[in-house]
Every structure is written in C-alpha cells, then in structure tokens.
C-alpha cells in the first residue's frame, strides 16, 4: 500500500515547544495563564481587532457569540447552508431556529440574493433573525459590503464564522473582522492549530469581557463562589495557548504554502475538460485552506464522486464539498432560501477538496496530480 495522503494535517514550526515548555517551567498548566493572554494579543494584533478570548474551540466561540448576540429560544438565526455542522450546532444549543441561505456561484459564500429573499420574509412574518452567520468557505471571505448592507439595513448583527479563514482578507482587512463578532478554529485540521481551540473577537470590550465571564462558568467576582447566571467552562488551557503563539508566527508561511499547493493544481489540471476551481474573488485573499475543484460530469469522463473513490484507491485523502446543512436529516425542517437555483446542492453534488497540507511533499503533491490525470483520462 503506498503511503498515505491526508487532505489536512497540522504542521508545527520551530517555536510552539519554548512556549509550552514556559508554560511547564512556572507550573502554569491550568486554563488561563500568561500564554492564553499573549495568544488573544497576539492573533488581536495580528487580523487588527482590540479584543479577544481564548476558548476552547470554535463551536465553543460560535456558541459563547450567539449567547452574546442574545439569541434565545425560539429565536431565528440565518445561517450559510454550505458548511460543517459546527456553525450550526449552537443555533441548537441555543434552542434558536436556524434558517438556511444559499451560496453565490462565484464566491461559494452567502448569497445576497438567497439573503434579500429570506429577510423579506422574514419582515413578512413579523419575526426578524436575531442574528446572521456568515461563514468563509474553504478559506475565502465571503463579500461583505453587500451582506451587512442589507443587515443593517435591518439592524440585526452579522456573526462571522472564519474558522477556515484566518490569514484571508477582504478589501484589505483580514478575515475574521467584518461582523459584529468574528471567530476562529485551531482545530488540528485548520489553517494552524492547537490541537483543539478556538477564539472569539470584536471591537467591543463589553462584549468580549462578557465572553470571558461567561467562558469561566459565569463566576461573579467574589471569595466565595458566586453564580447568578449559567455558565460555560470554555476557555482554553495556557499550555495549549503556547502552541498557538508559536503556530502564530508561521502562520503567513502556511498561508503561501497552502496557496502554492493550490497554484500548482491549479496549474496542471486546469485545463481538463469539466475542471472549474473555486474562484478567488477579486475582492481579497483567499488563504486556500483546501484547494476545492467542480467537475462538471457532461464535460469530463469521471465525475466526483468516482474521482474520490479512484483517489482513494491510490491511498489518497480526498472528499466531497461540505453537504450543505439544509439537507442534513438534522435539518429537516428547517427553512432554505435559494441563491436561485440550489447553488450548495451543485457544489455539492459536483464539489471535491485536495489533499492541502503543508507538510505535503512536491512529490507526493505529484502523486496525487498524475492520480487525477490518470482518472481524467479514464484509466480506472
Ligand atoms: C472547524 C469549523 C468550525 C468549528 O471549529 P472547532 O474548533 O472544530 O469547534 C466552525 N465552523 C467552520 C466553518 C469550521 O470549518
């Protein structure tokens, strides 16, 4: 059997070992510690934003933001339907009502049009969404301008979902600072990691401050313990924090890298009948967290699915475009507005993610290229 080749995997650079063994060395092990507040400040200074908490994962910060968003039981939460489970799952916890929006085609992120259509509805109903989350596909931010124009039109806060985007910009602002809230994954599969994490940002202190409160099991500050609301234990751990800070300082070196194996796809299989990469908008930086790729099956000799299945065979990771949530049987009943025809339901059924890690090699990066070839032209 050859040697496997994951869609994904972390890749650590030469620093995160000093923080962890700081954090060893003074016995600070526990959540919190002086390494979680260099980590917020750090990734603060970094996408430009004044606050931030560590917590610990994304869906962790998903969750603290819609709390803080006030979303409550049987409240509406618009949300992207192209996307892991992960953005919507706190809509539930919430005991809020997610309702689905469709993709643009050429962003492959929340449509506008999907967007006008659901909150004109809405309006119609007389029930506003109580907040909007819009989520960055694949390392691509989705188009702003258009989206918070109609939201604030509104006035309903837009949460933005950039677990896959950090290191992207849009319209010279990095990715993670266009909404209300913003938030990030350091799962082991993203763009750099801590094993597991996650971070909460915005401009407002009062929200952020809240979020710390309310990620420390809400305890009020006093010698006794003292609760007067729920709370969550959701913050990350000061040795972990330390991988972060030195995953931090690599980051711009992952996004290239990820952005090179993309080009090199790009480069040798773009020419392939049926073959259409996910465009990168002219608005801003994709960091191409996975290269992504439509085969159009009337043009081409294999279609996704059986070019996953024929890289499979070579031992190699590849998989389908998120299913988007709105088909998801969990789903079932909830609402979905279209961009106009199904635009998640064609990435979907055409859409398929390419081995993207950093700690690729050339030649296995070959491998898999002359294993797509080889499909392509029918051999399997
Ligand atoms: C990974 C991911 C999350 C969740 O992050 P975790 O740290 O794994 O909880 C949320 N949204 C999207 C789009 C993701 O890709």
């Known amino acids: 059997m050859k040697e496997r080749i994951h869609l994904s995997l972390a890749h650590l650079g030469n620093e995160e070992l000093t923080y962890v063994n700081e954090a060893f060395e003074t016995n600070w092990v526990a959540p919190l510690g002086p390494n979680v507040d260099s980590f917020e400040k750090e990734l603060s200074n970094y996408i430009n934003v004044n606050y931030a ?59 506008t049009r999907a967007l006008e259509k659901a909150f004109e509805e809405a309006k119609k109903s007389g029930k506003l969404p109580k907040a909007v989350i819009v989520v960055n596909l694949y390392g691509q931010s989705a188009d702003y301008d258009p989206i918070l124009e109609i939201c604030n039109l509104y006035n309903v806060p837009v949460l933005e979902d950039a677990a896959e985007s950090l290191g992207a910009t849009y319209k010279g602002r990095k990715s993670g600072t266009l909404g209300k809230l913003g938030v990030f994954s350091f799962n082991g599969n993203k763009i750099i990691t801590t094993s597991g994490g996650g971070m909460l940002v915005s401009d407002d202190q009062e929200i952020i401050d809240r979020a710390k409160f309310l990620a420390t099991q809400a305890r009020e500050n006093e010698l006794h313990y003292q609760h007067n609301e729920v709370g969550y234990n959701y913050r990350l751990s000061n040795v972990l924090a330390g991988i972060g800070r030195g995953q931090l300082k690599v980051l711009e070196d992952r996004v290239s890298g990820r952005r090179a194996i993309y080009s090199k796809y790009y480069d040798e299989l773009n020419e392939f009948a049926g073959i259409e990469f996910m465009p990168e908008a002219s608005y801003g930086k994709h960091n191409r967290w996975l290269t992504t790729l439509t085969i159009n099956s009337s043009f081409s000799i294999i279609d996704s699915s059986g070019l996953i299945k024929a890289l499979h065979q070579e031992n190699i990771e590849a998989r389908p475009v998120w299913k988007p949530l709105h088909l998801q049987p969990l789903f079932k009943d909830n609402k979905y507005y279209t961009h106009e025809e199904s635009v998640s339901e064609i990435l979907f059924r055409d859409g398929l993610c390419l081995p993207s890690s950093t700690t690729m090699t050339l030649s296995q990066q070959e491998r898999v290229i002359d294993a797509i070839k080889y499909a392509l032209k029918g051999r399997y």
């Open 53 to 111: 908490t560590a917590v610990s994962s994304g869906t962790a910060a998903i969750h603290l933001g819609l709390q803080l968003l006030g979303v409550r039981k049987d409240d509406i939460v618009f949300c992207s339907s192209l996307t892991f489970v992960a953005s919507a799952n706190p809509i539930l916890y919430q005991g809020a009502e997610p309702v689905f929006i469709d993709s643009d085609p050429i962003t492959w992120n929340m449509s």
